[in-house]
C-alpha cells in the first residue's frame, strides 16, 4: 500500500513570495489533516478534510494560508505571502474516516524556509 | 481544548539501558491518548494508542505506556533501549468520540549511547 505522497520536499523563499504545497493521500483515506510543525514544537493541525469539505480550519491563519481538497482525494496547501516565521515542516496525514479512531498515517513532510 | 506537556526535550540513554519518557496531559473530557515516533529522516508514525480498556498498552517492538487518569499521565518506557531507538517520540491526545484532531507535545528526542 503507498503512504502519503507530498511535495517539493524542501523549499526555499523569500518572504512575501508565495508558495504551495501538495499531498495526495493513501487510497481510500477520507479524511485528510495538514499540520505545521515549528523546529522545537510538536505538529499542529492547520485544516481538516472530511472528504472535499473542511471539518477544521480554527488554527489556520486565513489572512495568508488557504487549503483545498479537490474532488476529495489531492489537496493542495498555499502561503501567500510567506514571512519568516512561517519557516517550518508541513506535514500531510490521512485516515480512513472519522467519528471514531483511525489511525492517521503521515506524509514525510515539506520543509519550507522562509529568507 | 487539551494540552500535553514533555517535561523532557532530550534523554541520552546508555545501550540496554531503560528508559522512560513523560507525558502529562490537560483535558476536561475523555481522551483517546497516542505515542507517535519520527525516525531520522522518515514520517511520524504511530507507536501505540490507548484508547479504552487495560491502561497499559504495549507496542511491538518493547515499548509500553500506562494511562494513569488520576495523574494525567501516560508515561512511555522500555525496559532496554537499542541503538535503533534513536528518534523522536511525540506525545498526543484527542478528544474521545470527536474528530480526531491531535494536540501534540514538543517531543522528546531519545539519543542511544553506545
Known amino acids: 500500500e503507498a503512504g502519503v505522497a507530498q511535495s517539493p520536499r524542501y523549499k526555499i523563499i523569500e518572504k512575501r513570495q508565495s508558495v504551495a504545497f501538495w499531498c495526495n493521500p493513501i487510497?481510500?483515506?477520507?479524511?485528510l489533516y495538514w499540520y505545521q510543525q515549528i523546529l522545537g514544537q510538536g505538529p499542529k493541525l492547520l485544516i481538516q478534510?472530511?472528504?472535499?469539505?473542511?471539518?477544521?480550519d480554527s488554527q489556520l491563519p486565513k489572512d495568508r494560508f488557504s487549503a483545498e481538497r479537490l474532488k476529495g482525494v489531492d489537496s493542495t496547501l498555499k502561503i501567500q505571502p510567506a514571512k519568516l516565521e512561517d519557516s517550518a515542516v508541513y506535514l500531510c496525514?490521512?485516515?480512513f474516516g472519522t467519528g471514531g479512531f483511525y489511525e492517521q498515517y503521515f506524509g514525510p513532510g515539506t520543509r519550507l524556509t522562509v529568507t | 481544548a487539551q494540552s500535553v506537556t514533555q517535561l523532557d526535550s532530550q534523554v541520552p540513554v546508555f545501550e540496554e539501558a531503560p528508559v522512560e519518557l513523560r507525558c502529562n496531559y490537560s483535558?476536561?473530557?475523555?481522551?483517546?491518548l497516542f505515542w507517535y515516533v519520527q525516525y531520522p529522516n522518515q514520517g511520524l508514525q504511530l507507536l501505540l494508542k490507548?484508547?479504552?480498556?487495560?491502561?497499559l498498552v504495549e507496542s511491538i517492538n518493547g515499548f509500553e505506556a500506562e494511562f494513569n487518569k488520576s495523574q494525567t499521565s501516560f508515561h512511555l518506557r522500555k525496559p532496554s533501549v537499542h541503538i535503533s531507538d534513536t528518534a523522536e517520540y511525540f506525545c498526543?491526545?484527542?478528544?474521545?468520540?470527536?474528530?480526531?484532531?491531535?494536540?501534540f507535545g514538543t517531543g522528546t528526542r531519545l539519543t542511544i549511547i553506545p
Open positions: 490507548y484508547l479504552s480498556g487495560s491502561t
Open positions: 498526543a491526545v484527542s478528544e474521545s468520540g470527536g474528530n480526531e484532531k491531535l494536540t
Open positions: 478534510f472530511q472528504n472535499n469539505g473542511v471539518v477544521d
Open positions: 483535558s476536561s473530557v475523555s481522551v483517546y
Open positions: 496525514a490521512s485516515s
Open positions: 487510497s481510500g483515506h477520507a479524511t
